[in-house]
């Protein structure tokens, strides 16, 4: 699958884990839990819904979706879906997804991306890559006759205003790049991933080229090219669970984010990645009114372009791809997908202002490490997991630390703090733990039990069940006002253990989501601003249980 510009809008790029101990056992407790640091684990996705619609039409094993933005009028703007065994490329409104046509004379279509007023679909019967006028759909003329099984393109636009073709050959799994401006080649390269490569994903602004490894390969992931086809580095490998499948860049200014489709047959997981890092930094399910989810993905598509009803875009992921009918195309505004997964908005690319839409910050702990008295002076700060439990004979805390900086004007409209539970068994429970505010009197690499901080204060939150794989979210916006350092301590709510994942592990690490607004006058700093909580305001934790009971 390939990346899908929304091109004719004026920004029209997307760019998108020991200290010692005397008692064997407790040895055996802190290499185990400090062994789980090395270990990566799939992600936890979040459920994404309703659905804006789902597009049905006459044609069978679709494949890819893009879009077309028009310049002029956003409610004409269209989004286009190859249907292989129809041999037609469909048309839908964009904001609507209502069929407005069909594109003949294909033998069978795969991929397809927009760059400018042109709309081009690879061919692998002919194989050739085709392209068509918009919004007239006329045929331009076609390219590439010299690919044996042409997938995934997507164009890349380079400082000197050129404008190269990628497109991948599963057959050899190598890429092909031409200049737009008369078809010719301009230069090959392998990939060495193996036949059966189809993504292919062009970043303008950091002139990257993305690479899906095929779909033959145990190997699984994204490769990072140069434009000249040197591979930089992969990246995702221990993420994917099935195929890596279309990949799109949601941009925001020079950040954003690039998604990559994981092709789970009974649920597709979404996966984002920052943009410019590709650190990953969450994962998402698409869901209609009725609960099913999106399934067996092949392609996605971005629009950035406001359309009415959806203000900051289009997601566009293809459901039952290849299946038996009825295969769909399930349309989601971003606006959705942003408040769920606490990413920006960011209207035709740019990046966000705070003032026309809240906008979104995303912290990093800044800290992280449980204690446990059964090990009273040993630090498990580099552990991949955050334990809470407490039982007669066994007690464990876990603490955390959030630095907000300068927010250069903004105020804080809304915090929460989100824990993934681990997904090994017995990492559920049935209380997820009370946190409390605490001193900022502890490190990550020295805390122990023996020297923990105390409670500050009143109950902050009160977590209820939680499952393993599933992420957690904690209103915390009446303590989290402004810059500063924030430091918490989660204690037991329950009598069975629970583990979240740390900073350390592969994926998924604590994390602060801030909803933010432009100042529009003066205002006083807001409550929860301190660095730390008055010394008097101190509680020891066994006192609050007294009155709230275990």
Not at 325 to 343: F, I, K, S
Not at 451 to 463: H, L, N, T, W
Not at 477 to 482: C, I, N, P, Q, R
Request: charged letters at 25%; proline letters at 6%; glycine letters at 12%.
């Amino acid at each position: 699958m390939s990346v899908h510009r929304s091109s004719g809008f004026p920004f029209g790029r997307r760019g998108l884990a020991a200290a010692g101990a005397v008692v064997c056992v407790v040895v055996g407790i802190v290499a185990a839990l400090r062994s789980r640091a090395n270990v990566e684990d799939p992600a936890s996705a979040l459920d994404v819904g309703p659905l804006a619609f789902e597009a049905h039409g006459a044609g069978r094993n679709i494949d890819d979706p893009c879009f077309w933005a028009h310049p002029r009028d956003p409610g004409e703007s269209l989004l286009f879906v190859t249907a292989k065994d129809s041999r037609v490329v469909e048309v839908f409104r964009a904001a609507t997804g209502a069929r407005v046509g069909e594109i003949a004379g294909f033998t069978r279509p795969n991929n397809c991306t927009v760059e400018g007023d042109l709309l081009l679909t690879t061919d692998v019967g002919v194989p050739e890559v085709t392209m068509h006028h918009l919004p007239d759909l006329e045929i331009v003329g076609s390219f590439g006759a010299d690919m044996l099984s042409p997938q995934g393109i997507d164009v890349l636009s380079t400082p000197e205003g050129q404008s190269l073709v990628y497109v991948t050959d599963s057959s050899d799994a190598s890429v092909h790049v031409y200049d737009l401006d008369g078809g010719a080649p301009v230069r090959t390269f392998a990939t060495g991933f193996g036949a059966g490569i189809e993504p292919i994903l062009a970043d303008d602004r950091y002139q990257r080229i993305f690479v899906a490894r095929g779909e033959k390969e145990e190997a699984r992931g994204i490769g990072l090219f140069t434009p000249e086809g040197t591979l930089v580095r992969e990246f995702g490998g221990a993420i994917f669970s099935a195929d890596t499948e279309g990949l799109g860049i949601y941009a925001c200014g020079a950040g954003g984010y690039l998604l990559a489709a994981d092709q789970n047959r009974s649920a597709t997981e979404i996966e984002i990645f920052e943009r410019e890092s590709l650190t990953h930094i969450g994962t998402f399910r698409l869901r209609n009114a009725a609960g099913a989810a999106t399934r067996a993905t092949d392609g996605i598509a971005l629009l950035q372009a406001p359309l009415p009803g959806y203000a900051s875009g289009l997601l566009a992921v293809c459901d039952g791809c290849g299946s038996t009918p009825r295969d769909e195309m399930d349309v989601v505004g971003w606006d959705r997908v942003a408040a769920v997964m606490g990413l920006e908005r960011c209207p035709g690319g740019g990046a966000p202002d705070c003032t026309t839409a809240p906008c979104a910050r995303r912290l990093v702990a800044a800290a992280d490490a449980f204690v446990t008295h059964e090990a009273p002076l040993t630090n498990f700060g580099k552990a991949a997991t955050l334990e809470v439990e407490r039982k007669p004979g066994q007690i464990m805390e876990t603490l955390l630390r959030f630095e907000v900086p300068d927010l250069a004007g903004a105020e804080v409209l809304g915090a929460r703090l989100r824990l993934t539970v681990d997904p090994r068994k017995g990492a559920d429970s049935a209380g997820g733990g009370r946190l409390f505010r605490t001193s900022d009197k502890w490190s990550e690499e020295e805390v122990t039990f023996a020297k923990r901080p105390a409670a500050v204060g009143a109950v902050v939150s009160m977590i209820g069940r939680v499952r393993r794989d599933e992420p957690v979210d904690v209103d915390v916006s009446k303590v989290v006002g402004g810059p500063g350092r924030y430091d918490f301590l989660l204690v037991a709510n329950s009598k069975d253990r629970v583990r979240y994942r740390s900073r350390e592990a592969a994926d998924s690490p604590p994390t602060l989501l801030l909803t933010l607004r432009a100042r529009t006058e003066a205002a006083a700093p807001p409550v929860g601003e301190a660095d730390s909580p008055p010394a008097d305001a101190v509680a020891d934790v066994s006192a609050v249980e007294a009155a709230t009971g275990p």
